[in-house]
C-alpha cells in the first residue's frame, strides 16, 4: 500500500467514531423520520402505514399547529430583525478607539456563552414580578411593573428581551466584519468630504451587509427552532401566549408519545426553514454587497 | 529500524485508541452496580425519588433484601425529568428494569401500548382476591386500565386544608368550629386577606386547589367510569370552575401572580409558604405533615377536609399517588411481584404499615392503617388523621384513565388558566376544552389509535 493509502485509512480510523456517530444518529434518524412521518407511532408499538394521514390532520384539524406556527413567525420576524439591528449597533460602539474597548467586549460577549438553561433560570429571577429586579427598578421610578412571565401580553415580549441578552455572540461577527471593512475606502471617504453619518450607510453598513446576511440566515433558522427558553420559563403559557412550534413538537413526541405526528411536525418546520432560507438568499442580489464583486 | 518501531507503536497506540473510543460505553448498569447479594437473582428497580425521599427507599429497599434469600432489589433512582423515555427505551431496547415506581399518568398509554403487564397475570387467585377486598377504591382506582391491575398504589396523595388556629382566632374567627361548606370558607378567607396601602394581597386567607382537584365536590369530574366516558363540558364541571373564576376575579389574577411569584414555593426542604404564614387556609398534601415537623416542628397548624360547597359532595376529592409497575418485558417479573407485595403489603400489611410511616405515605387498606405502627404514627401526627380518613372514601375521583391523560390534564389545566384570568367565560372555556379533546379523539380514529 502506498503511504498516502495508509495516511488516509489512519484518517478514516481517526474520525471513524465522528462518522458513525454521525450515520448512526443524525443521518438514520433523519431519513427515518421521513418514512415515520407517514404513519402512527407510538415509540413502543411498530409503526403503521397511515398515508397522509398527519400532514392532513396537521394542516386542517389542529388549531394548536397553526397556533404554535404563528407564534414561532411572529418571534422570528420581530426577535431576528432586533437582533441584527442590536449586534450591529453594540458592535459599532464596541469598534470604537478607546481605552479599555477589549474589557468592554468582553463584558457584551460573556452573557452569550452561559448556557441558555442557566440564563433562562437566572432571568425568572429577574423577571419576578414581586422580588424582581427589573419591577425594583421601575418601583423606584414610580411604575408597577407587570407580571412578566405570567402574563399573556408580557410573556412573549420578556422572551424577546431574554433573546437580546445573548446579542454577543453575533455581536462578536459583526465586529469581525467591521475590522475586515479596508481603511483606504474610509480615507477616501474622508477626502470627498464624506460626514460620519455618510460613511456609516456609504460604506459601513454596505461591507457589513455579507455578514448581516449571515447572521439574518443563522438567526431565522434558529428563531423557526426556539425552544429551550419557553420550556423552562413559561412552559407555553400563559394562554399559549409562548407556545412555540418546537415546544408543540417536543409535547407530541414525548409527552404525548405521538412519533409519526411529531416527525410530520418537523418535516414541515424543515421544509418551512428550506423555503424562508431559500427566500432569504433570492434577496440577498439586491442588497447584500461582497466585495470585488 | 528505529523508526520502523517508533511506525509500528504509534500504529499501536493509534488502534488501541479507536478501539478504546469503541469500547468505552459497554459496562452496564448492573455491572457498575455494587451487588451486595451476588449470588441471588438481581430484580432491578427503578424509582424517581432523590435527596431525603431516595434514604427512604433505599431502607426499604434494604429491609427487602434482608427479608428472603432467593432475590436482591438493585434500586436505581432516576431524574424524573428522563425517567418515562428512559423506561420507554430500556422496555423497548430489551434492557428495563424489572419493576418501576412512578407517579406520572403513564398507566392507560403504558397499558393500552403493552408495555406494562397486568398484575392480574403475576397474582394467585388467593392474592388477587385479598388486594380486591382490603385495597381502597382509590387505590384500585389509581392502578387500574381496562378493568385489569397495572399499578399498585404504595401511597396515595390526598390534597385536604392546612390552616393555622392562631390566624383566625386574630380575625375573630373561631378555629374550632371550622366551616363545614366551601362558601363558609370562602366568607372566613376574606375576613383573613390582608392587602397594603396600594391594594397588593400581602396575605391570603383560603387558597383553593386546582380546578381538577376541587371539581368533585361539586359533583361533577372528567370521567364516568360506569359509561367509560370522558365528561367534560358538563353542568357541574361549569359550575366548579365558575366557583374558581369568581373566587379569584374578586382577589385579582393579577394581584394573586404577584403575591405568589413573592414566595418561595419549592416544595421541599421546609420552602412552603403555609409555614412563614403566607397563607391562613390553604389546600396542599398529606406529605407536608411530615416535612412541617421536620422543618417546622413548633409551628402550630391543623388539618381538615376540604368542606363541598352546599348541595355539593362531601367526602370526594382528588387522588394520585406513586403506584409499581412491571414492564411486559421484565425479566424478573416474579420477583419483582414479590418486592411489590412486600412494600405495598397486600400479604403482610402490619409489616409494610412501617413502609407507609417512614415516606407519610397513605395506606393500601384498612389493614395498612389499622396496624399498631401506623396508628402509633397517626398518634404521633394527629394532623395525618384527615387524610388517613378521608383516603378510605369511595367518592375520591381519578385522573381519566384514557389512553390520551396526559393531553387531556394538559387541556383541563388549559381550560381552568384561560377561565381564572378572565380571558374567556368558564362556558366558553369548557366549551373548548370538550372541543379541544374531540379533536384529538377524532383524530385518534383516523390514525387508527384506541379511543
Not at chain 2, 459496562?27 to 434514604?55: L, Q
Not at chain 2, 433512582?77 to 428512559?86: H, Q
Not at chain 2, 383573613?192 to 371539581?215: E, I, K, V, W
Request: with cysteine; aromatic share 14%; glycine share 10%.
Amino acid at each position: 500500500m502506498t503511504l498516502q493509502g495508509r495516511r488516509d485509512i489512519a484518517g478514516y480510523a481517526f474520525v471513524s467514531p465522528w462518522i458513525a456517530g454521525f450515520l448512526l444518529f443524525t443521518a438514520w434518524p433523519f431519513c427515518r423520520s421521513i418514512y415515520l412521518s407517514f404513519t402512527s407511532y407510538d415509540v413502543v408499538t411498530p409503526p403503521k402505514w397511515i398515508g397522509l394521514v398527519n400532514y392532513h390532520v396537521l394542516a386542517n384539524e389542529d388549531p394548536l399547529f397553526w397556533k404554535t406556527a404563528l407564534n414561532t413567525l411572529k418571534y422570528a420576524v420581530i426577535a431576528v430583525p432586533l437582533g441584527v439591528v442590536a449586534g450591529v449597533g453594540l458592535a459599532l460602539l464596541l469598534n470604537s478607539k478607546i481605552r479599555g474597548i477589549s474589557i468592554y467586549r468582553t463584558l457584551f460577549f460573556l452573557p452569550s456563552i452561559v448556557p441558555t438553561v442557566a440564563t433562562s433560570a437566572v432571568f425568572m429571577w429577574i423577571l419576578n414580578p414581586q422580588i424582581g429586579l427589573v419591577n425594583g427598578l421601575l418601583g423606584r421610578i414610580g411604575i408597577t411593573g407587570p407580571a412578566w412571565l405570567a402574563d399573556s401580553k408580557w410573556a412573549f415580549w420578556s422572551l424577546i428581551l431574554l433573546g437580546l441578552w445573548g446579542v454577543g455572540g453575533s455581536m462578536v461577527i459583526y465586529l469581525a466584519g467591521l475590522k475586515d471593512i479596508p481603511v483606504h475606502l474610509y480615507e477616501a471617504a474622508t477626502i470627498d468630504g464624506a460626514g460620519a453619518w455618510t460613511r456609516a450607510t456609504r460604506i459601513t453598513l454596505p461591507s457589513l451587509t455579507p455578514v448581516i446576511f449571515f447572521n439574518l440566515v443563522m438567526g431565522v433558522i434558529g428563531a423557526f427552532q426556539y425552544f429551550t427558553p419557553a420550556y423552562i420559563m413559561t412552559q407555553g403559557g400563559p394562554e399559549d401566549s409562548t407556545r412555540f412550534y418546537a415546544l408543540y413538537l417536543f409535547d407530541r413526541a414525548f409527552r404525548y408519545l405521538d412519533m409519526g405526528y411529531a416527525s410530520a411536525m418537523a418535516w414541515v418546520l424543515f421544509a418551512g426553514i428550506v423555503v424562508i432560507t431559500w427566500l432569504l438568499f433570492r434577496t440577498q442580489r439586491r442588497w447584500v454587497h461582497y466585495g470585488g464583486g | 529500524m528505529a523508526g520502523a518501531n517508533r511506525r509500528l507503536i504509534g500504529w499501536g497506540v493509534a488502534a488501541v485508541l479507536v478501539a478504546g473510543i469503541y469500547a468505552l460505553p459497554t459496562r452496564s448498569t448492573d455491572e457498575m452496580a455494587a451487588r451486595k447479594y451476588p449470588n441471588r437473582i438481581p430484580v432491578r428497580f427503578w424509582h424517581m425519588w432523590s435527596a431525603e425521599w431516595k434514604a427512604v427507599v433505599d431502607k426499604i429497599v434494604d429491609r427487602y433484601n434482608k427479608s428472603q434469600d432467593k432475590y436482591e432489589v438493585i434500586a436505581l433512582s432516576v431524574p424524573g425529568s428522563a425517567a418515562d423515555t428512559k423506561f420507554l427505551l430500556g422496555s423497548i431496547g430489551g434492557s428495563p428494569p424489572d419493576v418501576m415506581a412512578q407517579w406520572n399518568p403513564v398507566i392507560p398509554t403504558w397499558a393500552q401500548e403493552g408495555v406494562i403487564t397486568p398484575f392480574d397475570d403475576l397474582m394467585s387467585p388467593q392474592e388477587k382476591a385479598t388486594f380486591d377486598h382490603d385495597a381502597y377504591p382509590v387505590v384500585k382506582a389509581v392502578g387500574a386500565y381496562k378493568g385489569k391491575i397495572y399499578g399498585i398504589a404504595i401511597g396515595i396523595n390526598l390534597m385536604e386544608i392546612y390552616y393555622l388556629p392562631q390566624q383566625f382566632r386574630d380575625a375573630g374567627l373561631d378555629p374550632d368550629q371550622f366551616p363545614t361548606t366551601l362558601e363558609g370558607l370562602v366568607a372566613d378567607g376574606q375576613k383573613l386577606d390582608r392587602r397594603d396601602a396600594n391594594g397588593h394581597l400581602t396575605h391570603l386567607g383560603f387558597l383553593p386547589g386546582s380546578y381538577q382537584q376541587m371539581t368533585p365536590y361539586f359533583g361533577g369530574g372528567f370521567y364516568d367510569p360506569s359509561r367509560d366516558k370522558l365528561t367534560l363540558d358538563t353542568q357541574q364541571n361549569l359550575e366548579a370552575l365558575s366557583f374558581l373564576a369568581a373566587e379569584r376575579k374578586r382577589l385579582g389574577f393579577d394581584e394573586v401572580t404577584r403575591f405568589q411569584a413573592g414566595l418561595n414555593t419549592q416544595s421541599a426542604a421546609g420552602g412552603w409558604p403555609f409555614i412563614t404564614g403566607a397563607y391562613s387556609a390553604v389546600v396542599d398534601g398529606q406529605w407536608r405533615v411530615e416535612q412541617l415537623a421536620k422543618y417546622a416542628p413548633k409551628l402550630v397548624y391543623r388539618t381538615a377536609p376540604i368542606p363541598a360547597p352546599v348541595g355539593g359532595v362531601a367526602g370526594s376529592g382528588y387522588g394520585n399517588g406513586n403506584f409499581m409497575v412491571i414492564p411486559r418485558s421484565a425479566k424478573e417479573k416474579a420477583g419483582a411481584w414479590d418486592f411489590v407485595k412486600f412494600w405495598s403489603g397486600i400479604t403482610h400489611p402490619e409489616r409494610a404499615a412501617e413502609f407507609y410511616t417512614m415516606g407519610g405515605w397513605l395506606p393500601l387498606s384498612d389493614k395498612v392503617a389499622n396496624a399498631p405502627i401506623y396508628q402509633a404514627y397517626i398518634k404521633k401526627y394527629p394532623q395525618f388523621k384527615t387524610f388517613v380518613d378521608a383516603v378510605r372514601s369511595p367518592k375520591i375521583q381519578v385522573a381519566p384513565p384514557v389512553p390520551y391523560q396526559v393531553f387531556v390534564n394538559d387541556q383541563v389545566q388549559k381550560a381552568e388558566d384561560f377561565a381564572l384570568r378572565g380571558t374567556l367565560t368558564p362556558q366558553a372555556a369548557l366549551a373548548g376544552l370538550q372541543s379541544a379533546v374531540d379533536e384529538e379523539v377524532k383524530r385518534r380514529k383516523e390514525m387508527g389509535l384506541d379511543e
